[in-house]
């Protein structure tokens, strides 16, 4: 193997390492972020459950506050990555910088990953006893 290619394969593991590094992370500030939501208005969402809301819509209330954040998040990423296309164009052998392929396949693999890990959340939320709740409050 050449050193030219050695470089290229340590700069490719490099890059990986740090993609997967940057998912766990974005997906671990997902779940912390909506478990402490969760919890701030653990009151609010006792009040919703004790007036009969359903469980569905306790669920979908938390799930559109995480879609909040994963789009504001999705679409200030896609934003740094395209300021940055001349330098991924200097790193990519083959591929345009501006490949939708990737670009897509980024974005949907982020957004179902950090969808799923507001799950957990968004069913402590909808699981909570209205009653002790309200005595919190």
């Given at each position: ?6 470089e290229r394969r340590f700069q490719a593991t490099l890059?990986?390492t740090f993609a997967v590094v940057a998912l766990c ?113």
């Open positions: 193997m050449t050193a030219s290619a050695a890059f990986l992370l974005a997906v671990i500030g997902v779940f912390v972020v909506l478990s402490y939501s969760v919890s701030q208005r653990a009151g609010e969402l006792g009040i919703r459950l004790a007036l009969g809301a359903r469980l569905r819509a306790i669920v979908g209330l938390v799930l559109k506050q995480a879609g909040a954040l994963v789009g504001a998040g999705l679409a200030l990423g896609l934003a740094t990555a395209f300021a940055l296309t001349r330098y991924l164009q200097s790193l990519l052998f083959g591929v345009q910088s501006t490949d939708w392929t990737a670009y897509g396949v980024a974005v949907a693999l982020l957004a179902a990953i950090s969808m799923l890990a507001a799950l957990p959340p968004a069913r402590r939320g909808s699981q909570l006893d209205p009653m002790a709740a309200l005595r919190e409050e």
